[in-house]
């Protein structure tokens, strides 16, 4: 009778959002509820990363029907704009696992003061890029290694898009909390509806629509742009409304807490340091590629553009690990958060097999999306079939380090990406490229990268240490 019981009052719990895992060990061992509790975390996130994604194709079609150097002009300038999202990374890791952890020991005043004290930094690290980004908009271009034709609408694009580094550090923040608290739904609402009207701007400023002038790349900044800083006040009100998980007060006034902010940047630093190890990797990367000419790194932005598709599914899972890995070890429980992880990373692995023959079979139809050149689409198709190869690599490396930075152990994904990126996709792209095997060389060092993470991460879970962390 009392395992009759147990059940449907568990499944009760698990759809809720916020709450801390609550499992008996008789329910970790239905997989039914464990995979439940997973995909009611996983959804919410995997359909807003999958439809910003997505978005994000649409924008770039959009922008490669103009030409193939409007193409390139964001490709270039899109690199050093992840440079800029690995500074907000590092609190965001920091935030996401603080919150989980004190949800998981129902210390919720300690919960509010970290989003408050992620908030104060996340004002000050945004202005300081938004600032940078705009001054140095055309040195940063000319750095990149962008061509004579090239320069101008790449410095317009990462120029207008800078301004809104503000925008994402607020964003980005204010999601961090809300899904380490287990509110996957709310940032999943607000960045949808942000995106569709990005790509409604899009169509509108880039091809001259309604009245407006055709503004092509610069077009397409600004409606980037003008969607973040909509995401943004969609955020602030889902804090600051009297339903939310944090009801903060607008009436109140934060005061800086430095211990807490001294746990969030000891947790998200190593993070911080490896998304600015990763980032900074792939500015060579992609300098080495552009090397090769326009038409060949317009196939391979269209590689990397759909390579964030493929890492959407990842990124999902990988958040559902990092907030059900701190809420298990806040409430006590190891056994549950390595059934979690594991777990997790299976139904992750299901996924990205459907990603694999998405790519390896159907990459010369999806890149004809993107142009008509057939020179770009045959290129594309050829990084495609690589980039199916590697989707059970990404898979592993984002769930389970993922799950090691919702325990604090953010160095060993730190380590793994600095001996990957740089010791390994840098320098045999070049030697590849230099070998004269071109775009498939410089991809071919992509995968070895994938490969050597994905063991060493693997490996570190399975090792157990992190569940002696202390955050």
Not at 39 to 63: C, G, S, Y
């Amino acid at each position: 009778m009392n395992s009759a019981k147990t059940k449907p009052s568990t499944r009760k719990k698990i759809t809720r959002a916020g709450r801390l895992v609550d499992l008996s060990p008789q329910d970790l061992t239905d997989i039914k509820i464990v995979d439940k509790y997973i995909w009611n975390l996983t959804l919410p996130a995997l359909i807003e990363l999958m439809l910003a994604t997505l978005f994000n194709m649409v924008d770039l079609v959009m922008v490669g029907k103009v030409s193939t150097i409007a193409l390139a002009a964001v490709g270039i300038a899109n690199q050093p704009n992840m440079l800029i999202l690995s500074v907000f990374q590092s609190l965001n890791v920091g935030t996401m696992a603080l919150v989980a952890r004190f949800t998981g020991t129902k210390d919720y005043k300690l919960r509010r003061t970290v989003l408050q004290q992620t908030l104060i930094l996340s004002v000050l690290f945004g202005l300081v890029c938004s600032t940078l980004g705009y001054l140095y908009a055309r040195k940063i271009a000319i750095f990149m290694g962008a061509e004579p034709d090239v320069i101008a609408p790449a410095t317009s694009y990462f120029a207008i898009t800078s301004l809104g580094a503000l925008f994402v550090s607020i964003t980005m923040g204010i999601g961090a909390a809300l899904r380490g608290a287990g509110d996957t739904v709310t940032p999943m609402r607000y960045n949808v509806i942000a995106n569709f009207l990005n790509v409604i701007g899009n169509y509108i400023l880039i091809f001259g629509k309604f009245g407006f002038p055709a503004l092509g790349v610069t077009g397409a900044a600004l409606s980037t742009t003008i969607s973040r800083g909509i995401a943004t006040v969609l955020a602030l009100y889902a804090i600051y409304r009297s339903d939310s998980l944090y009801r903060l007060s607008i009436y109140k006034a934060f005061k800086i807490n430095i211990p807490i902010i001294k746990r969030i940047l000891n947790i998200g630093l190593p993070s911080g340091l490896e998304q600015l190890i990763l980032r900074t990797g792939q500015i060579e990367f992609t300098r080495t590629v552009s090397g090769l000419g326009t038409t060949i790194f317009a196939a391979h932005q269209i590689g990397l553009n759909l390579m964030g598709l493929s890492f959407a599914p990842n990124q999902a899972f990988g958040m559902t690990a990092t907030t059900l890995m701190g809420q298990s070890l806040g409430a006590g429980q190891p056994e549950a958060a390595e059934k979690f992880g594991l777990r997790t990373r299976r139904l992750g692995m299901l996924v990205a097999a459907s990603v694999t023959t998405l790519f390896f079979f159907f990459g010369k139809y999806i890149a004809r999306l993107y142009t008509d050149d057939l020179q770009v689409i045959l290129l594309a198709a050829a990084a495609l079939k690589i980039l199916a190869v590697m989707q059970p690599l990404q898979s592993t490396q984002f769930i389970l380090a993922g799950a090691l930075r919702g325990a604090g152990d953010t160095r060993w994904p730190l380590y793994a990406t600095m001996i990957g990126i740089w010791g390994i996709r840098v320098v045999f792209a070049k030697l590849f490229i230099g070998m004269g095997f071109g775009l498939l060389g410089a991809w071919t060092a992509n995968l070895l990268d994938q490969a050597f993470r994905s063991i060493v991460i693997y490996l570190r879970y399975n090792s157990g240490r992190w569940k002696t962390m202390k955050v």
